[in-house]
């Protein structure tokens, strides 16, 4: 039967293996040919940028000096390269600083990583932007966000300590010291570690107050 299938499908098949193989040859070749030398391109001028972000020239890293693209050109000009997806991090770094905290916002969320670092940091500086914007329950939720995503001894601290603040902010103590005592449990040698114990302290006797 498998025989009798074959030869009689055999045309279809052929066909199907064919696109199969032009497919797969397009997709390399496009990875090879076109994007590679343009995320070679989009690393030189890229360079300057990451620079002027370093010096916080920001607006010079947002918007070039007129040799050096800027992180908002290369991410237009370069949009299917990883240097474009890392400028929309930098550039939504950038607008924090800057106090544009909307445009912030949309940048940061265009961002998508699995590095262990910055893929937190992003999220966690989405959290800061809320907080600005004085959205604080939102704020809260990113930082708790990051603080679980891609645990590590430098992030994982950052954030809880800044989720049990926003918390603390919005009145639910309660909910505070539960990440204060996560910090201390798990990341007891950690900067936020080092001195958990008095916000534990503090939290327990307004607790006790109420």
Avoid at 117 to 123: G, L, R, V
């Amino acid at each position: 039967k498998s025989e009798q299938f074959i030869e009689k499908y055999q045309k279809v098949i052929l066909i199907a293996v064919g696109v199969i193989v032009v497919v797969v040859l397009v997709v390399f070749g496009f990875k090879r040919f076109y994007i590679g030398p343009r995320e070679k391109e989009a690393q030189s001028q890229m360079f300057m940028a990451e620079k002027y972000f370093e010096m916080d020239s920001l607006n010079k890293a947002l918007n070039g000096d007129g040799q050096y693209l800027g992180f908002l050109a290369i991410m237009e000009d370069y949009s299917i390269t990883k240097s474009a997806n890392l400028s929309h991090y930098y550039a939504g770094i950038c607008y924090l600083k800057l106090g544009k905290y909307d445009q912030a916002l949309e940048h940061l969320d265009k961002f998508s990583s699995d590095d262990k670092i910055i893929a937190p940091m992003a999220k966690g500086a989405m959290g800061d932007a809320y907080m600005e914007l004085k959205q604080v329950e939102k704020a809260a939720g990113f930082y708790q966000d990051a603080a679980d995503m891609n645990k590590n001894d430098f992030t994982t601290p950052l954030f809880l300590m800044k989720a049990a603040m926003a918390y603390e902010e919005l009145g639910k103590l309660d909910r505070s010291l539960e990440f204060y005592k996560r910090i201390k449990e798990e990341y007891p040698r950690s900067n936020e570690g080092r001195e958990i114990d008095k916000y534990i302290s503090y939290t327990e006797s307004l607790l006790k107050k109420n």
